[in-house]
T-cell receptor, first 114, second 115 residues
Framework: GENVEQHPSTLSVQEGDSAVIKCTYS??????FPWYKQELGKRPQLIID?????GEKKDQRIAVTLNKTAKHFSLHITETQPEDSAVYFC?????????????FGAGTRLAVHP | GAVVSQHPSWVICKSGTSVKIECRSL??????MFWYRQFPKQSLMLMAT?????????EQGVEKDKFLINHASLTLSTLTVTSAHPEDSSFYIC???????????FGSGTQLSVL
């Protein structure tokens, strides 16, 4: 089955700096990779996603890159702000038993210090 | 984005009782819903995939008789934790996918505490 590894587990940056979170996946058939942000006590919120036919996608301060050959994808947050502080999860879509499901990474706790 | 409603938000129950959690897609049809379990400061662990009109598909190690899932309509899935014990205490969160889209949206979660 699919296995998603995420690094780092914690990340601390100064306001205005960039933050990068990296994930690797094992199933070469996976073709959809979303990123979720979860604030304390709240539900995960989809912030950006990318499909395997695209190498990069950007949405304002957030961008995601995908390297299919290496089977890794990354989240880039530029000009970080304190409100970006949260836990970020990457995921990869796995096809199994006729259904597709998301397998999540372990999460990265991002702290942005003013 | 699409809205997924989950109730209740908090449940405290005695050991041995059963607890039902509801997950509804409010503004879209969801042929597939997923149930996850999340321990403090940990990731989302998929428990089962709920498909409208058919039996749920459980992940390895998840007891199907312990965690009963019913997906009776395109907008409602329920998870029943039967004969709950303290080790079942956790944060349970559902998610749903629009039948016409691949994006997954989450409910607000249910914190279950079994005394």
């Amino acid at each position: 089955g699919e296995n998603v590894e995420q690094h780092p587990s914690t990340l601390s940056v100064q306001e205005g700096d960039s933050a990068v979170i990296k994930c690797t996946y094992s199933d070469s058939a996976s073709n959809y990779f979303p990123w979720y942000k979860q604030e304390l006590g709240k539900r995960p919120q989809l912030i950006i996603d990318i499909r395997s036919n695209v190498g990069e996608k950007k949405d304002q301060r957030i961008a995601v890159t995908l390297n299919k050959t290496a089977k890794h994808f990354s989240l880039h947050i530029t000009e970080t702000q304190p409100e970006d502080s949260a836990v970020y999860f990457c995921a990869a879509r796995q096809f199994s038993g006729g259904y597709n499901k998301l397998i999540f990474g372990a999460g990265t706790r991002l702290a942005v210090h003013p | 984005g699409a809205v997924v409603s989950q109730h209740p938000s908090w449940v405290i129950c005695k050991s041995g009782t059963s607890v039902k959690i509801e997950c509804r897609s409010l503004d879209f049809q969801a042929t597939t819903m997923f149930w996850y379990r999340q321990f403090p400061k940990q990731s989302l662990m998929l428990m089962a995939t709920s498909n409208e009109g058919s039996k749920a598909t459980y992940e390895q190690g998840v007891e199907k008789d312990k965690f009963l899932i019913n997906h009776a309509s395109l907008t409602l899935s329920t998870l029943t934790v039967t004969s709950a014990h303290p080790e079942d205490s956790s944060f349970y969160i559902c998610s749903a996918r629009d039948r016409w889209d691949e994006k997954l949206f989450f409910g607000s979660g249910t914190q279950l505490s079994v005394l």
